[in-house]
Nanobody, 126 residues
């Protein structure tokens, strides 16, 4: 009944890696572009990465370019966020979200998403 469920968060040392997963339920996953957002304490929710419905286009926030990779497996109804060279500034609750349609650049705006997960905590120690 929950449309999106994130997993894979945890505690990692600076320079380490984590892979987040988000499984979709109750809707046709391949009809939706998918995005990742994060929210750190005392900060607004911010865009991290997005991927088009078929994986043909991706978009990343400047803060994570070159370190994070977004991918999806439509056969498994799952989107992933591979996070490398993690830094303490990456500490946040990470959320996945589903957007029905639109250009890849519009997916950096959270109001374009229809479904949201509950989030998974990522903590990076120095």
């Amino acid at each position: 009944q929950v449309p999106l469920v994130e997993s894979g968060g945890g505690l990692v040392q600076a320079g380490g890696s984590l892979r987040l997963s988000c499984a979709a339920f109750g809707f046709t996953f391949s009809d939706y572009g998918m995005g990742w957002f994060r929210q750190a304490p005392e900060k607004e929710r911010e865009f991290v990465a997005a991927i088009s419905w078929n994986g043909g286009a991706t978009y990343f926030a400047d803060s994570v370019k070159g370190r994070f990779t977004i991918s999806r497996d439509n056969a498994k109804n799952t989107v992933y966020l591979q996070m490398n060279n993690l830094q303490p500034e990456d500490t946040a609750v990470y959320y996945c979200a589903a957007a029905g349609r639109g250009g890849i650049a519009t997916m950096r705006y959270s109001n374009y998403y229809q479904y949201w997960g509950q989030g998974t905590q990522v903590t990076v120690s120095s």
